[in-house]
């Protein structure tokens, strides 16, 4: 896969996932320790529950200091329409204690840092990484699908698909990947549809 291709079809995935306006997990927060949060409880989950579990959640705790000192039972009972909740209410609750703490309540802005934070995996950390304006790919189950359907990679581990992509498009590109490929993934949601049209921009 030559670099020119893989951009031409990347702008035609823009394209294509542009046609429904839509909120992802990472965006529209007014604090960045919320965006961190935010992405970790998507996992695994549609953005479009994410959010508004999300909003409950900030609506009743404001502050990472109150979230951090919540009833581990508060929290699920908010959080309870995301997948694996219970693990999650663990990883909110740490995230936000170590935030307060020892943070200033700033989430650390180097991958580094932030993939030393309970539940935060390199995905959740370089989505957060490039919604505040850093060169980063956060590899999702969209990315991945997609990137392998284009041959913009040909493995399947998260990690060396990030190394793929990273080489394989200009570093100015990096930010807006998952965005676009998560709305491309999320606006096509019949796997025949979807197919159907990567095969199509395949062949650009």
């Known amino acids: 896969m030559d670099q020119k291709t893989a951009i031409r079809q990347l702008k035609e995935l823009e394209r294509l996932g542009g046609v429904k306006k839509m909120r992802l997990a990472a965006e529209g927060w007014r604090e960045e320790w919320q ?3 935010s992405i970790l409880m998507s996992a695994r989950t549609r953005d479009e529950v994410t959010v508004i579990v999300a909003e409950n959640l900030f609506a009743e705790f404001s502050t990472l200091d ?3 000192k919540a009833n581990p039972r508060d929290i699920s009972r ?3 329409p995301v997948n694996f909740f219970q693990n999650k209410t663990k990883y909110v609750i740490a995230i936000s204690k170590i935030l307060h703490e020892k943070h200033g309540g700033k989430p650390p802005r180097t991958i580094e840092e932030l993939i030393t934070l309970p539940g935060v995996g390199r995905k959740t950390a370089n989505v957060f990484l490039a919604e505040y304006g850093a060169d980063a790919i956060g590899v999702d189950t969209h990315v991945s699908y997609i990137s392998q359907k284009l041959g913009w990679t040909s493995h ?3 990690d060396k698909i990030e190394q793929d992509l990273l080489m394989l498009f200009p570093q100015a590109q990096w930010r807006e990947l998952n965005s676009t490929l998560v709305r491309f993934g ?6 025949i549809e979807k197919n159907r049209l990567l095969e199509k921009i395949g062949k650009i």
């Open 66 to 68: 109150a979230i951090g």
């Open 156 to 158: 399947t581990d998260p």
């Open 186 to 191: 999320k606006t096509y949601q019949s796997r």
């Open 35 to 37: 965006t961190l949060i």
């Open 78 to 80: 908010v959080i309870g």
